[in-house]
Protein backbone atom coordinates (compact mmCIF):
# COMPACT_ATOMS: atom_id res chain seq x y z
CA UNK A 1 0.00 0.00 0.00
CA UNK A 2 3.01 2.54 0.50
CA UNK A 3 4.26 1.89 -2.86
CA UNK A 4 1.24 2.28 -4.33
CA UNK A 5 0.89 5.91 -2.55
CA UNK A 6 4.51 6.58 -3.76
CA UNK A 7 4.02 5.86 -7.31
CA UNK A 8 1.27 7.99 -7.63
CA UNK A 9 2.05 10.66 -5.82
CA UNK A 10 5.46 10.95 -8.26
CA UNK A 11 3.26 10.53 -10.89
CA UNK A 12 1.50 13.39 -10.08
CA UNK A 13 4.27 15.30 -9.15
CA UNK A 14 6.29 14.75 -12.49
CA UNK A 15 3.22 15.34 -14.49
CA UNK A 16 2.70 18.39 -12.68
CA UNK A 17 6.35 19.31 -13.28
CA UNK A 18 6.03 18.77 -17.42
CA UNK A 19 2.75 20.44 -17.80
CA UNK A 20 4.01 23.50 -15.96
CA UNK A 21 7.39 24.13 -17.41
CA UNK A 22 6.52 23.22 -20.76
CA UNK A 23 3.42 26.05 -20.85
CA UNK A 24 6.29 28.42 -19.43
CA UNK A 25 9.01 27.67 -21.72
CA UNK A 26 6.78 27.10 -24.75
CA UNK A 27 8.17 23.70 -25.44
CA UNK A 28 8.22 20.25 -24.40
CA UNK A 29 11.26 18.31 -24.15
CA UNK A 30 11.97 14.76 -25.24
CA UNK A 31 11.14 11.71 -22.93
CA UNK A 32 14.61 10.40 -22.68
CA UNK A 33 15.44 14.05 -21.38
CA UNK A 34 12.46 13.88 -18.29
CA UNK A 35 13.73 10.14 -17.89
CA UNK A 36 16.67 10.88 -16.81
CA UNK A 37 16.44 14.13 -14.99
CA UNK A 38 14.03 12.43 -13.03
CA UNK A 39 15.53 9.05 -12.46
CA UNK A 40 18.76 11.66 -10.34
CA UNK A 41 16.21 13.77 -9.23
CA UNK A 42 13.80 10.73 -7.08
CA UNK A 43 17.18 9.06 -6.66
CA UNK A 44 18.54 12.43 -4.28
CA UNK A 45 15.09 12.44 -2.79
CA UNK A 46 15.16 8.54 -1.25
CA UNK A 47 18.59 8.86 -0.52
CA UNK A 48 18.58 12.24 1.08
CA UNK A 49 15.89 10.73 3.50
CA UNK A 50 17.11 7.59 4.04
CA UNK A 51 20.64 7.55 3.97
CA UNK A 52 21.98 11.61 4.76
CA UNK A 53 19.29 12.47 7.38
CA UNK A 54 19.40 9.36 9.68
CA UNK A 55 23.14 9.29 9.45
CA UNK A 56 23.23 12.95 10.87
CA UNK A 57 20.67 12.62 13.63
CA UNK A 58 22.29 9.44 15.12
CA UNK A 59 24.36 11.66 17.09
CA UNK A 60 21.90 14.49 17.70
CA UNK A 61 25.00 16.91 19.45
CA UNK A 62 26.60 16.47 15.90
CA UNK A 63 23.95 17.23 13.59
CA UNK A 64 24.41 21.05 13.59
CA UNK A 65 27.32 20.36 11.58
CA UNK A 66 27.30 17.07 10.23
CA UNK A 67 23.80 17.78 8.34
CA UNK A 68 25.48 21.04 6.47
CA UNK A 69 28.22 19.13 5.46
CA UNK A 70 26.69 16.00 4.36
CA UNK A 71 24.62 18.32 1.94
CA UNK A 72 27.21 20.18 0.35
CA UNK A 73 28.92 16.66 -0.44
CA UNK A 74 25.30 15.46 -1.65
CA UNK A 75 24.84 18.75 -4.11
CA UNK A 76 29.01 18.70 -5.23
CA UNK A 77 28.22 15.14 -5.95
CA UNK A 78 24.74 15.52 -7.80
CA UNK A 79 26.13 18.52 -9.79
CA UNK A 80 28.74 17.13 -11.90
CA UNK A 81 26.95 13.46 -12.17
CA UNK A 82 23.65 14.78 -13.52
CA UNK A 83 26.16 16.91 -16.34
CA UNK A 84 28.43 14.21 -17.04
CA UNK A 85 25.56 12.06 -17.09
CA UNK A 86 23.57 13.92 -20.22
CA UNK A 87 26.66 14.96 -21.48
CA UNK A 88 27.10 10.73 -22.27
CA UNK A 89 23.79 10.01 -23.69
CA UNK A 90 23.95 13.41 -25.76
CA UNK A 91 26.83 11.68 -27.46
CA UNK A 92 26.39 8.07 -27.09
CA UNK A 93 22.41 7.67 -27.17
CA UNK A 94 21.56 10.16 -29.30
CA UNK A 95 19.65 11.71 -26.41
CA UNK A 96 17.81 14.79 -27.82
CA UNK A 97 17.95 18.27 -25.17
CA UNK A 98 17.70 21.55 -26.01
CA UNK A 99 21.05 22.81 -25.10
CA UNK A 100 24.11 20.85 -24.92
CA UNK A 101 25.70 19.86 -22.15
CA UNK A 102 28.43 21.51 -20.78
CA UNK A 103 30.29 22.87 -17.06
CA UNK A 104 28.71 26.46 -17.31
CA UNK A 105 27.52 28.90 -14.68
CA UNK A 106 23.93 28.14 -16.04
CA UNK A 107 24.05 24.22 -16.12
CA UNK A 108 25.72 24.37 -12.15
CA UNK A 109 22.75 27.01 -11.28
CA UNK A 110 20.03 24.68 -12.59
CA UNK A 111 21.70 21.80 -10.52
CA UNK A 112 22.43 23.47 -7.46
CA UNK A 113 18.84 24.83 -7.31
CA UNK A 114 17.61 21.28 -8.38
CA UNK A 115 19.39 19.68 -5.27
CA UNK A 116 18.44 21.94 -2.90
CA UNK A 117 14.94 21.36 -4.38
CA UNK A 118 14.62 17.90 -3.72
CA UNK A 119 16.96 17.87 -0.74
CA UNK A 120 14.25 20.48 0.77
CA UNK A 121 11.25 17.94 -0.74
CA UNK A 122 13.01 14.94 0.96
CA UNK A 123 13.28 16.63 4.28
CA UNK A 124 9.66 17.75 4.62
CA UNK A 125 9.30 14.02 3.86
CA UNK A 126 11.78 12.57 6.23
CA UNK A 127 10.16 14.98 9.15
CA UNK A 128 6.66 14.02 7.98
CA UNK A 129 7.26 10.38 8.25
CA UNK A 130 9.23 10.75 11.59
CA UNK A 131 6.30 12.48 13.16
CA UNK A 132 3.63 9.79 12.94
CA UNK A 133 5.66 6.86 13.39
CA UNK A 134 6.38 8.72 17.02
CA UNK A 135 2.93 8.86 16.98
CA UNK A 136 2.23 5.67 16.29
CA UNK A 137 4.87 4.44 18.95
CA UNK A 138 2.85 6.76 21.58
CA UNK A 139 -0.23 5.63 20.64
CA UNK A 140 0.98 1.58 21.03
CA UNK A 141 2.64 2.48 24.28
CA UNK A 142 -0.29 4.48 25.80
CA UNK A 143 -2.71 1.24 24.03
CA UNK A 144 -0.02 -1.46 25.95
CA UNK A 145 -0.45 0.93 29.22
CA UNK A 146 -4.15 0.65 29.23
CA UNK A 147 -3.68 -2.94 28.48
CA UNK A 148 -1.58 -3.49 31.36
CA UNK A 149 -3.65 -1.67 33.99
CA UNK A 150 -6.67 -3.97 32.54
CA UNK A 151 -4.76 -6.89 33.11
CA UNK A 152 -3.70 -5.77 36.61
CA UNK A 153 -6.99 -5.23 38.08
CA UNK A 154 -7.61 -8.46 35.97
CA UNK A 155 -5.27 -10.21 38.50
CA UNK A 156 -6.41 -8.15 41.47
CA UNK A 157 -9.90 -9.25 40.70
CA UNK A 158 -8.64 -12.87 40.08
CA UNK A 159 -6.60 -12.89 43.44
CA UNK A 160 -9.58 -11.47 45.78
CA UNK A 161 -11.68 -14.53 44.04
CA UNK A 162 -9.45 -16.88 44.72
CA UNK A 163 -8.17 -15.78 48.61
CA UNK A 164 -12.26 -16.10 48.96
CA UNK A 165 -12.21 -19.61 47.81
CA UNK A 166 -9.85 -20.35 50.15
CA UNK A 167 -10.85 -19.50 52.80
CA UNK A 168 -14.27 -20.86 52.01
CA UNK A 169 -12.26 -24.01 51.29
CA UNK A 170 -10.95 -24.14 54.96
CA UNK A 171 -14.28 -25.01 56.30
CA UNK A 172 -13.77 -28.91 54.73
CA UNK A 173 -10.58 -29.71 56.04
CA UNK A 174 -11.36 -28.44 59.52
CA UNK A 175 -14.68 -30.58 59.03
CA UNK A 176 -12.74 -33.40 57.97
CA UNK A 177 -9.83 -33.31 60.98
CA UNK A 178 -12.23 -32.82 63.61
CA UNK A 179 -14.50 -35.89 61.58
CA UNK A 180 -11.01 -38.04 61.76
CA UNK A 181 -10.34 -36.68 65.38
CA UNK A 182 -13.47 -38.31 66.96
CA UNK A 183 -12.83 -41.81 65.22
CA UNK A 184 -9.64 -41.56 66.43
CA UNK A 185 -10.98 -41.07 69.71
CA UNK A 186 -13.87 -43.57 69.62
CA UNK A 187 -11.61 -46.48 68.03
CA UNK A 188 -8.10 -46.21 69.64
CA UNK A 189 -9.20 -48.98 72.87
CA UNK A 190 -11.03 -50.78 70.45
CA UNK A 191 -8.70 -51.06 67.62
CA UNK A 192 -4.84 -49.43 68.46
CA UNK A 193 -4.15 -50.16 65.10
CA UNK A 194 -7.13 -48.47 62.82
CA UNK A 195 -6.76 -45.58 65.65
CA UNK A 196 -2.82 -45.66 64.58
CA UNK A 197 -4.13 -45.71 60.64
CA UNK A 198 -6.29 -42.59 61.42
CA UNK A 199 -3.93 -40.55 63.10
CA UNK A 200 -0.94 -41.22 60.32
CA UNK A 201 -3.51 -39.95 58.12
CA UNK A 202 -4.32 -37.48 59.66
CA UNK A 203 -1.03 -35.81 59.72
CA UNK A 204 -0.27 -36.28 56.42
CA UNK A 205 -3.75 -35.19 55.18
CA UNK A 206 -2.67 -31.87 57.41
CA UNK A 207 0.95 -31.71 55.94
CA UNK A 208 -0.64 -31.76 52.45
CA UNK A 209 -3.71 -29.09 52.70
CA UNK A 210 -1.11 -26.65 54.98
CA UNK A 211 -1.08 -23.01 53.99
CA UNK A 212 1.56 -22.97 50.68
CA UNK A 213 1.73 -19.00 50.65
CA UNK A 214 3.10 -19.49 54.39
CA UNK A 215 6.90 -20.34 52.95
CA UNK A 216 7.73 -21.99 49.64
CA UNK A 217 10.24 -24.25 50.98
CA UNK A 218 9.80 -26.68 54.59
CA UNK A 219 12.12 -27.99 56.64
CA UNK A 220 13.48 -32.15 55.22
CA UNK A 221 12.69 -33.59 58.29
CA UNK A 222 9.17 -32.72 58.52
CA UNK A 223 8.83 -34.02 54.90
CA UNK A 224 10.62 -37.68 56.27
CA UNK A 225 8.08 -37.68 59.25
CA UNK A 226 5.24 -38.08 56.34
CA UNK A 227 7.42 -40.58 54.98
CA UNK A 228 7.58 -42.67 58.05
CA UNK A 229 3.54 -41.75 58.31
CA UNK A 230 3.35 -43.25 54.74
CA UNK A 231 5.21 -46.75 55.69
CA UNK A 232 3.05 -46.67 58.53
CA UNK A 233 -0.18 -46.78 56.47
CA UNK A 234 0.88 -49.21 53.90
CA UNK A 235 2.45 -51.76 56.87
CA UNK A 236 -1.06 -51.51 58.80
CA UNK A 237 -2.77 -52.08 55.27
CA UNK A 238 -1.04 -55.52 54.39
CA UNK A 239 -1.35 -56.71 57.71
CA UNK A 240 2.54 -57.41 57.36
CA UNK A 241 5.86 -55.87 57.48
CA UNK A 242 7.07 -54.11 54.43
CA UNK A 243 10.42 -54.35 53.01
CA UNK A 244 11.50 -51.31 52.89
CA UNK A 245 13.82 -49.30 54.57
CA UNK A 246 14.42 -45.26 54.75
CA UNK A 247 17.81 -44.56 55.92
CA UNK A 248 18.38 -40.46 56.42
CA UNK A 249 21.72 -38.52 58.19
CA UNK A 250 21.26 -36.24 61.00
CA UNK A 251 22.64 -33.46 59.36
CA UNK A 252 19.20 -33.16 57.61
CA UNK A 253 17.72 -30.80 60.81
CA UNK A 254 18.54 -27.54 59.55
CA UNK A 255 18.16 -28.35 55.59
CA UNK A 256 15.01 -26.95 53.97
CA UNK A 257 13.77 -27.88 49.76
CA UNK A 258 10.71 -27.65 48.17
CA UNK A 259 7.69 -30.00 49.39
CA UNK A 260 6.55 -33.17 48.16
CA UNK A 261 9.45 -34.23 46.33
CA UNK A 262 10.69 -36.69 48.74
CA UNK A 263 7.06 -37.89 49.46
CA UNK A 264 6.37 -38.46 45.61
CA UNK A 265 9.26 -40.28 45.43
CA UNK A 266 8.31 -42.84 48.25
CA UNK A 267 4.41 -43.04 46.81
CA UNK A 268 6.32 -44.27 43.05
CA UNK A 269 7.54 -46.89 45.57
CA UNK A 270 4.58 -48.15 46.96
CA UNK A 271 3.10 -48.07 43.51
CA UNK A 272 5.53 -49.30 41.25
CA UNK A 273 7.54 -51.67 44.01
CA UNK A 274 7.32 -55.20 45.18
CA UNK A 275 7.72 -55.41 48.67
CA UNK A 276 6.40 -58.39 50.04
CA UNK A 277 10.14 -60.38 48.88
CA UNK A 278 12.44 -60.29 51.98
CA UNK A 279 15.77 -61.17 49.41
CA UNK A 280 14.85 -58.26 47.09
CA UNK A 281 14.23 -55.18 49.58
CA UNK A 282 13.14 -51.29 48.40
CA UNK A 283 15.60 -48.61 49.95
CA UNK A 284 15.04 -44.91 50.12
CA UNK A 285 18.25 -43.14 51.58
CA UNK A 286 18.36 -39.39 52.05
CA UNK A 287 21.54 -37.80 52.91
CA UNK A 288 23.58 -34.24 53.19
CA UNK A 289 27.29 -33.74 52.31
CA UNK A 290 27.61 -30.02 53.53
CA UNK A 291 26.32 -28.56 50.29
CA UNK A 292 24.13 -31.20 48.38
CA UNK A 293 21.19 -33.28 49.07
CA UNK A 294 21.17 -36.51 47.80
CA UNK A 295 18.04 -38.55 47.38
CA UNK A 296 18.19 -42.41 46.22
CA UNK A 297 15.53 -44.78 45.72
CA UNK A 298 15.50 -48.61 44.49
CA UNK A 299 12.74 -51.11 44.27
CA UNK A 300 12.13 -54.18 42.82
CA UNK A 301 9.67 -53.91 39.72
CA UNK A 302 6.41 -55.37 40.75
CA UNK A 303 5.66 -57.71 37.51
CA UNK A 304 1.95 -57.77 38.12
CA UNK A 305 1.31 -54.02 38.05
CA UNK A 306 0.37 -52.20 34.72
CA UNK A 307 1.01 -48.55 34.48
CA UNK A 308 -1.48 -46.32 34.38
CA UNK A 309 0.04 -43.03 35.19
CA UNK A 310 2.82 -42.36 32.13
CA UNK A 311 5.31 -41.22 34.75
CA UNK A 312 3.18 -37.85 35.63
CA UNK A 313 4.14 -37.92 39.48
CA UNK A 314 7.95 -38.21 38.02
CA UNK A 315 7.57 -35.68 35.47
CA UNK A 316 5.29 -32.62 37.60
CA UNK A 317 8.47 -33.47 40.02
CA UNK A 318 11.25 -32.94 37.44
CA UNK A 319 9.13 -29.57 36.47
CA UNK A 320 9.18 -28.40 40.02
CA UNK A 321 13.04 -29.02 40.38
CA UNK A 322 13.97 -27.31 37.42
CA UNK A 323 11.58 -24.40 38.15
CA UNK A 324 13.00 -23.73 41.47
CA UNK A 325 16.49 -25.00 40.98
CA UNK A 326 17.14 -24.82 37.26
CA UNK A 327 20.47 -27.00 36.31
CA UNK A 328 21.50 -27.13 40.23
CA UNK A 329 19.04 -30.29 40.34
CA UNK A 330 18.95 -33.52 38.66
CA UNK A 331 16.65 -36.13 38.33
CA UNK A 332 17.58 -39.49 36.70
CA UNK A 333 16.00 -42.93 36.60
CA UNK A 334 16.82 -46.17 35.05
CA UNK A 335 15.89 -49.83 35.61
CA UNK A 336 18.63 -52.54 35.68
CA UNK A 337 19.23 -55.81 34.08
CA UNK A 338 18.10 -57.35 38.04
CA UNK A 339 14.68 -56.04 37.78
CA UNK A 340 15.12 -53.09 40.18
CA UNK A 341 14.10 -49.65 39.37
CA UNK A 342 16.98 -47.11 40.75
CA UNK A 343 16.30 -43.18 41.17
CA UNK A 344 18.72 -40.57 41.98
CA UNK A 345 18.11 -36.57 42.79
CA UNK A 346 20.60 -34.49 43.42
CA UNK A 347 19.89 -30.60 44.70
CA UNK A 348 23.06 -28.47 45.10
CA UNK A 349 21.22 -25.72 47.60
CA UNK A 350 24.44 -23.06 48.47
CA UNK A 351 26.62 -23.04 44.73
CA UNK A 352 23.60 -22.04 42.83
CA UNK A 353 26.32 -20.73 40.20
CA UNK A 354 27.33 -23.77 39.47
CA UNK A 355 25.92 -26.49 37.63
CA UNK A 356 25.38 -29.46 38.54
CA UNK A 357 28.08 -31.98 37.08
CA UNK A 358 27.03 -33.77 33.95
CA UNK A 359 27.81 -37.33 35.39
CA UNK A 360 24.89 -37.39 37.39
CA UNK A 361 22.61 -36.97 34.22
CA UNK A 362 23.84 -40.67 32.66
CA UNK A 363 21.16 -42.96 32.80
CA UNK A 364 23.40 -46.15 33.58
CA UNK A 365 24.05 -44.51 37.43
CA UNK A 366 23.39 -47.13 39.52
CA UNK A 367 22.83 -45.85 43.26
CA UNK A 368 25.78 -46.03 46.01
CA UNK A 369 23.90 -48.47 48.19
CA UNK A 370 23.08 -50.92 45.38
CA UNK A 371 26.68 -51.44 44.76
CA UNK A 372 27.54 -52.40 48.38
Do not use: C
Not at 25 to 40: I, K, M, T
Not at 119 to 127: K, Q, T
Not at 149 to 161: A, F, G, M, V, W
Not at 274 to 287: G, I, Q, R, Y
Amino acid sequence: MNYRIHFIAWFFFIFYEIVLTGILRGYFASFGSYFVFYVFNIFLFYFHAHIILPTAYKQPKQAFWLLPLLVIIEVLIYVPLTIGAVALLQQYADLTISTKAAINKTSIGNGVWRAIYFILFSSGYYYLTSYFRERKNAQQAEKDRLWMIIENQTIQSELIKTQYAHLKAQINPHFLFNTLSFIYTNIRKTSPEGAEAVLSLSEMMRFALRDETENTLIPVQLEIEQIENLIKLHTLKSGSPLNLTLKYDKTLDNIEIIPLVMLTLAENIFKHGDLTKPDKPAVMSVSFDGNTILIETSNFINSNYVSQSHNIGLDNTVKRLKLIYGDNAVLSFNRDSTGYFNLYVRINLFNPEESVNPEFRKDEYVPEFLSK
